[in-house]
């Protein structure tokens, strides 16, 4: 498939997660739950049939542990979006650009460069307007936000600590291990919670497995062919349109509507990411 197809085709899937997750009539971390393992479950045959799944520890190690902590990630935003609208919520959990860049440089010691940092006090400026600066001034913050802010900064660990093994094995050899150990802590999660996992309606499992195979596979398995052919960083910016179209499908479908700060907010957040992964372009640094 022509990779900007591919990536137009991956960004449109992945921005329906957050529709299924307000439509679906179960419990966030269900929801995650089964988004996961349906998902592994059809790449799995596959996988079992087509791929070489022989991998070495260490990178088995890190594809495990990315796993619990997109698990993490899938859930804290799940939680977020049932408090907030899909589209602040999923504007907020794109600020993970931002946090690998900041995770760099202080773990690091990497350069971020001066379009990072401009990008950066935008964002937050964007945040604050977002937010409203009379909620900041006496630290009342809408539990949404944060656990928006959280799921983004889950995913900047996840980017951070899964970044180079991709360059030693197979993109299904490694959703094949990250998703099954996804899955398993999600299990566990809901086993603890004593979660209802067997009783939901029929409009419910297909969403459950409309959530596994259109955002999960399909949409990652795009966006992954993608990245095979266009420059991380060209993909990376056009990622953000994923927040453009799920609000439109929230216009859409859910009835949601902005208020303006919450308009200007996002725009200005948006900008700030933007300018970030231009620092990357220009010092010819990838962030995957």
């Known amino acids: ?47 079992f049939a087509k791929v070489n799944l022989k991998i070495a520890r260490k990178e088995l190690i890190i594809a495990l542990i ?73 630290l009342k913050f809408n539990a949404g936000i944060l656990l928006a802010l959280l799921a983004s900064l889950f995913y900047a660990i996840y980017i951070t600590i899964t970044r180079g093994v991709l360059q030693k094995i197979s993109v299904l050899t490694f959703m094949f291990y990250n998703m099954l150990s996804a899955s398993i802590f999600l299990l566990v999660i809901c086993g603890f919670q004593h979660a209802n996992l067997v009783n939901f309606s029929t409009s419910t499992w297909l969403y459950f497995i409309a959530m596994g195979l259109v955002c999960q596979i399909a949409g990652w398995l ?28 929230a216009i859409l479908l859910l009835n949601e509507r902005l208020e303006l700060k919450e308009i200007i907010g996002s725009v200005i957040v948006l900008a700030g990411i933007a300018i970030t992964f231009l620092k990357v372009n220009q010092s010819n640094k990838i962030v995957n």
């Open 1 to 47: 498939m022509n990779p900007k197809a591919s990536l137009i085709i991956g960004i449109l899937c992945i921005s329906f997660s957050p529709i299924f997750v307000k439509l679906v009539d179960a419990p966030a971390i269900t929801s995650a739950f089964y988004r996961i393992l349906l998902g592994w479950l059809c790449l799995a045959p596959y996988c």
């Open 66 to 138: 990315g796993g619990i902590i997109f698990a993490a990630d899938i859930a804290v935003w799940n939680i977020s979006l049932l408090k907030i609208t899909a589209t602040v919520s999923t504007l907020i959990a794109n600020l993970a650009p931002v946090w690998v860049g900041l995770i760099s440089y202080i773990l690091f010691k990497k350069q971020a460069g001066r379009l990072f940092w401009i990008g950066t006090f935008i964002a937050i400026f964007g945040m604050v307007v977002l937010v409203g600066y009379q909620n900041i001034i006496i």
């Open 222 to 249: 795009m966006i992954n062919h993608a990245l095979r052919f266009l420059e991380s960083t060209k993909v990376s910016i056009a990622l953000l349109s994923q927040t453009v179209v799920a609000g439109f499908w």
